[in-house]
């Protein structure tokens, strides 16, 4: 009987369990199971049968030459999981659905079924996320001896359920981190990038605003000696202007470049020019 929780293995070796030859205070899962596969069973002493109402059943399917042995071991089961604190309820809303036991609150569904077919033999079986869990009754190794085992694995079933998805929680909270910062990084190179494309764009009009000028000093003093300057007036001072709007330390003209694409581009495909001047979707 080993595990890896010594609390554990040391409770089942002192509270051994015992499967009785005889029914006489069957648990009203017992008798709600027995009602359902068609076995009569002898009322307890000391109970009424409107003081058990439909709780639900446990899954049982096995022949009739074994149905009163799958009700001993499943009435023994049942009081040793209530023992250990483990719920026992229907996964379904109807109250007489199969019962699941829930260990930590963790739903491991459980059912005794019969295989085999000259030799046959009982099977306990844990359906549940993160794979599935048997127990097979043998000659050498029957059911009624293993419960205390199957008390353990459960237990342990459900602890793995809880850490492996723990570590899945955890995996996706990093992954979800890692994403968040990697998010993070790439709008700070987006901006970063985009503020230096700015300085260096800004620079380089500032650089050609001053070689513009000094260009147009230079070209003024030509037309003056040349007499020129007043038929060069006009041009010199868009010229200025130009260098203006290629500074960034000056206010910026306003130009016929400034016009908004929409307002002069030719029609897409899909697009058409309205009677109004604008371009709209076909």
């Known amino acids: 009987m080993k595990s890896n929780n010594p609390a554990w293995e040391a409770y089942e070796k002192s509270h051994p369990i015992v499967v009785p030859m005889e029914l006489d205070e069957p648990h009203p899962i017992t008798q709600c199971t027995a009602a359902a596969i068609g076995w009569p069973l002898k009322q307890a002493s000391n109970t009424m049968p409107s003081l058990f109402p439909p709780v639900g059943r446990f899954s049982v399917h096995v022949s ?71 127990w097979r009754d043998s000659p050498l190794r029957p059911l009624e001896k293993r419960l205390n085992k199957i008390m353990i694995d459960l237990r342990t079933k459900a602890a793995t359920r809880i850490a492996t998805r723990a570590a899945w929680e955890e995996s996706d909270r990093k992954t ?52 020129t300057l007043d ?35 030719e029609p897409g495909l899909n697009e058409y020019l309205d009677e109004d001047g604008t371009i709209k979707p076909a």
């Open 64 to 134: 009739e030459r074994n149905k009163a042995r799958a009700l001993r071991l499943v009435d023994a089961l049942v009081k040793a999981c209530e023992a250990r604190g483990f719920e026992l309820r229907s996964n379904s809303d109807d109250s007489v659905g199969v019962i699941s036991v829930f260990v930590n609150k963790e739903s491991l569904p459980l059912r005794l079924v019969e295989r085999g077919t000259r030799v046959t033999y009982l099977l306990l079986e844990s359906d549940a996320d993160y794979g599935r869990k048997s």
């Open 231 to 265: 038929d060069n007036a006009e041009w010199i001072a868009w010229a200025y202007d130009q260098a203006d709007r290629l500074d960034p330390l000056r206010p910026s003209p306003p130009s016929v470049l400034d016009t908004p694409p929409d307002h002069y581009r």
């Open 176 to 227: 979800a981190e890692f994403a968040r910062m990697r998010s993070e990084l790439r709008d700070a190179i987006a901006y970063e990038r985009e503020a230096v494309n700015e300085l260096v764009g800004e620079a380089e009009g500032w650089q050609k605003a001053r070689v513009i000028r000094a260009y147009l000093a230079a070209f003024t003093a030509s037309a003056t000696r040349a007499s």
